[in-house]
C-alpha cells in the first residue's frame, strides 16, 4: 500500500544518506594514510559498513519497484475491466434492464481478476521472503 511504499522510501532515503557518510569517512581515512587517525582496522570496517549499505539500499530499491510493478499490473486489469463491464451492461436484449452476457464473456472477466490478484500475492511473497 501506499504508506508501504512511503516507508521504503524513506528507509531508502536514510541508507542513502549513511552511504554517503561511510563513503566520506572512507575517503578520507584512505587519504589520511597510515600517518592519520585512521587505522586499517577502521578502513576495514567501514568498507565493510559501506558494501553492507549498499547491499540494503538495492534490496530496498528491489522491494518498492515490485510493488510499483505489482500496482501498476492491478490498475492496468481494472482499467480494462471497466470499458469491458460497461459494453456488456449496455448490451442489452431488448429487455428493460436486461443485459445479454456471454459465459465467454464472464470467464474471461474472472480469468482476468484472478491474475491480478495471483500476481499481488505472488509480489507480495517475494517481498515477504526477502
Do not use: Y
Amino acid at each position: 500500500n501506499g504508506g508501504e511504499a512511503r516507508k521504503t522510501q524513506s528507509e531508502i532515503a536514510r541508507l542513502t544518506e549513511e552511504l554517503h557518510h561511510a563513503h566520506t569517512l572512507l575517503s578520507q581515512g584512505s587519504t589520511a594514510g597510515t600517518g592519520g587517525h585512521f587505522d586499517a582496522r577502521r578502513l576495514q570496517l567501514l568498507r565493510s559498513q559501506t558494501l553492507q549499505l549498499q547491499r540494503q539500499v538495492r534490496l530496498d530499491a528491489e522491494e518498492l519497484s515490485q510493488r510499483e510493478s505489482a500496482v501498476a499490473d492491478v490498475a492496468d486489469v481494472l482499467a480494462s475491466l471497466g470499458p469491458r463491464i460497461r459494453a456488456l451492461r449496455t448490451a442489452s436484449n431488448g429487455g428493460a434492464g436486461a443485459c445479454a452476457i456471454s459465459l465467454a464473456s464472464l470467464a474471461e472477466l474472472e480469468e482476468w481478476g484472478e491474475k491480478a490478484v495471483k500476481r499481488l500475492r505472488v509480489q507480495h511473497l517475494e517481498v515477504l521472503q526477502e
